[in-house]
Structures are given as C-alpha cells and as structure tokens.
C-alpha cells in the first residue's frame, strides 16, 4: 500500500480521527475538573461565586459557538472538510494560549469563551468515515471514533489532577497546547482529503439550507431535540461533578483525588463502548440505544442517596460509563437518518445536543445546586426520562425519501 493509499484507508483514518477526537476531549475534560480549583486563583474566593460562575463559564462557552455551527458545514460542502477540520484546533490552541496568560476571572472567561468557535469538526470527521467505513464496520467504527471523548474525559482529570496539585493549572495549559499543536500538525499531514466540494451557491443561503434539512426531515426533526434532553442531564451532572467530589472529600490534593474519581469512570467507558457499538451491529442501533437510555434513567438518582468517596466513585464509574458508551452510539442513529447528499452539513450538527445540553444544563445547575448540589443527580433523571420519550417519538418517523438505506434498524 503507498503512501497516499494509506492515508485515505479507513483503519487510518480511524486511528487519527480518534487520536484528534481523544486530545481534544482531554483539553475539555481538563478545563471543567479544574476550573473550580482555579478561579480562586483569579480572586473568585465565595463558594456561592464558584458554584455559580462554574455553570455560567459552560452555558457562555457552548452559547458563543452554537450559532455558528450552519457555516463550518456549509463551507466545508462548499470547499473542503480538511481546512473547517483543523480550524477546530486551531481556535482552541488560541483559546490555551490565552487562557495561559489570563491574569483575571474575565480574560479567562474569554478564554473559555472563544472555544465555542471550535465547534462542529466532530460532525465532520465522522462524515467522512462513514464515505469510508465498511457497512458491516459502522457501527463499531463510529463507537471506537465517539468513545474517544469519554475516555478523554477519563484520561484529562487523571492525568491532570497531579500536574495540577504539584505544578499548577498553568502548567497543565502548556501541556495542552503541546499536544494541540501536534494534532494540528497531524492533520494537516496525515490527513489526505478525498472529498471535494462541488455547490456553488452562497454560503449564507447553504447555512441557511442546512437549518432547513432537518427541520424538513421528521426523523431529524425529533431526533435533535430527544439527543438533547437524553444527554443535557448528563452534561449538567458533569459539569458538577468536580464540586461534588470535594463536597464528599475534603482532605488534601482535591486535583488528584478529583482526576481519580473522574478517571476511574472512564475506564468503564473503554470497554463498553465498543461493546454496545459491536452489539448495535449486531442487533440494532435502536435497540442497544433504547435499553442503555433506559438503564442510565433509573441509575441516574442514586449516586444522590450515597454517602462517602468510595460508593459514590463506585457508582459514578458505572453510571457514567453507560451514558458515555450510549452516546458513543447514537451517532449512528443521526448518520443513517440524514440524506446521504447532504450528510456532511446533517453531521456538523452531530454534537450540537450535546452543546446545548452544555449550555442549558449548567444554565439550570446555577439555580438547582444553591440548595444542594447533589440535586443534579435527580434532574438529570428527568432529563433522560424525557429524552427516551421523544426518542421512541423520533424512531416512529420516516426517514425522507432521499436518504441511504437505514442500516441501525
């Protein structure tokens, strides 16, 4: 095989994609453990200040990019992925630098601000594995790529609770942009682009067209909004989990401990998801999607009954765990219900419920945690309760006429 041969074979693609997805996860799973331990660095020194500007950080940084998110597809469609691809990087290797030499609360704010800018390459990426991936791979193809996220948010804070505690959260920021700059580098030169684009019309008309496709779409329709709701509490409980670990801890090194307690419940993910992914190959991506929602709603309350460390690290392990492995594969799911002609704006979407889960769900953290944090543990329940309710409403719509074959039913 030569060079260019394989640079464009889809084991090679899945390895780098997911090497680029794991990085990026890492840098996100860092900035969210952390920041509590931060900002009283920056002066924020009330616990009421912290809890509230933890949530407010992660709504504003999602909120920033959302609006953005037709465009990066619509120019991708209309030139090529690759550039709209390595941008994502890019902005966020700004958004370190800056981050580095914030010297308040507010420059770090923009900081963390900046990174909604880098939405919409995970769509992207996945767009073009499925142009490539075998039929009978899919599935387990698009686990293997989306569990890179959850076990970058396990690999972050384990990493990173130590550097934190001994060298510093700035130390931990040049670690990232390290790692950042060498994705960057990895795809522009190991990336070999097939796909080019051939519409002509103007790209404000193209973004606009992509809003249009799902909302023409049934499937897509109902689809959105029941992937928000099944991961919005998900993303609210993760956006706390860091101030619930030092509420039910409070020796010394929170950084470690914190990255520990997060990590270990990446490890459950590392071997689910490609189970569920290899499962939903064989039995069905509905059905492995319906029964691990299900499963993750009646968990969902109980890690709010526990009392000590090790129960509740115990129980967030396998808690998080399935809801990571469950939303490695609903990728799936969004792939086969999209138009293939215009999968690529369809799947720069792709991480849009997850987005706003980010904004919302903190947005609504900021009011439920003032009484008792551990109240995020019941509202993410009901969030996935609702979720699986409008999922089953999804699954009984058409798919439009013009899309490929459905291979997750």
């Known amino acids: ?32 453990a952390f920041t509590p331990l931060y900002l009283p660095q920056l002066g924020i020194t009330s616990e009421r200040e912290i809890l509230f500007l933890v949530g407010l950080i992660s709504a504003i940084s999602n909120a920033v990019g959302i609006p953005f998110l037709p465009f990066w597809g619509a120019l991708a469609d209309r030139f090529s992925r690759k550039p709209i691809i390595i941008r994502s990087f890019v902005v966020i290797l700004a958004a370190v630098i800056l981050a580095y030499v914030a010297n308040n609360v507010w420059l770090f704010f923009l900081a963390r601000s900046i990174t909604g800018f880098a939405l919409g390459n995970s769509g992207l990426m996945m767009t073009t594995l499925s142009e490539r991936l075998p039929k009978n791979r899919m599935g387990l193809g698009f686990s293997i790529m989306n569990s890179a996220a959850p076990i970058g948010a396990f690999l972050g804070p384990m990493t990173g609770g130590w550097i934190v505690d001994v ?10 942009a390290f790692f950042i700059a060498f994705i960057i580098l990895a795809l522009y030169f190991g990336y070999q682009e097939t796909y080019r684009g051939e519409k002509r019309e103007p790209i404000l008309r193209m973004a606009w067209d992509s809003l249009g496709l799902i909302w023409r779409s049934k499937r897509l329709r109902s689809l959105f909004p029941a992937l928000f709701l099944l991961f919005g509490g998900w993303m609210l409980a993760f956006t706390y989990i860091p101030l619930v670990i030092t509420e039910v801890y409070t020796g010394g090194d929170p950084g470690t401990i914190i990255g520990i307690v997060i990590g270990a419940s990446g490890l459950t993910t590392l071997f689910l998801a490609p189970i569920l992914g290899a499962l939903a190959d064989r039995f069905g991506t509905w059905r492995v999607l319906f029964i691990g929602a299900a499963i993750s709603m009646v968990l969902w309350p109980v890690p709010a009954l526990t009392s000590g460390l090790v129960p509740f690290a115990i129980l967030w392990s396998v808690l998080n765990g399935i809801v990571s492995a469950v939303f490695a594969i609903s990728f799936s799911v969004l792939s086969a219900s999209a138009p293939e002609s215009v999968r690529g704006r369809v799947m720069s979407f792709a991480y849009m419920p997850v987005n ?54």
């Open 167 to 176: 060298f510093g959260f700035r130390t931990l920021l040049l670690s990232n």
């Open 356 to 409: 706003i889960g980010f904004m919302i769900g903190p947005a609504i953290g900021t009011r439920i945690v003032q009484s008792n944090i551990f109240n995020i543990f019941p509202a993410a329940a009901v969030f996935t309760a609702l979720g699986l309710a409008t999922l089953v409403v999804a699954y009984r719509q058409p798919i439009a006429e013009d899309t490929t074959t459905d291979r997750s039913r």
């Open 1 to 32: 095989m030569d060079e260019n041969s394989a640079k464009t074979s889809w084991l090679w693609l899945l390895g780098l994609f997911t090497l680029a997805s794991l990085i990026e996860t890492v840098f996100y799973s860092q900035m969210l």
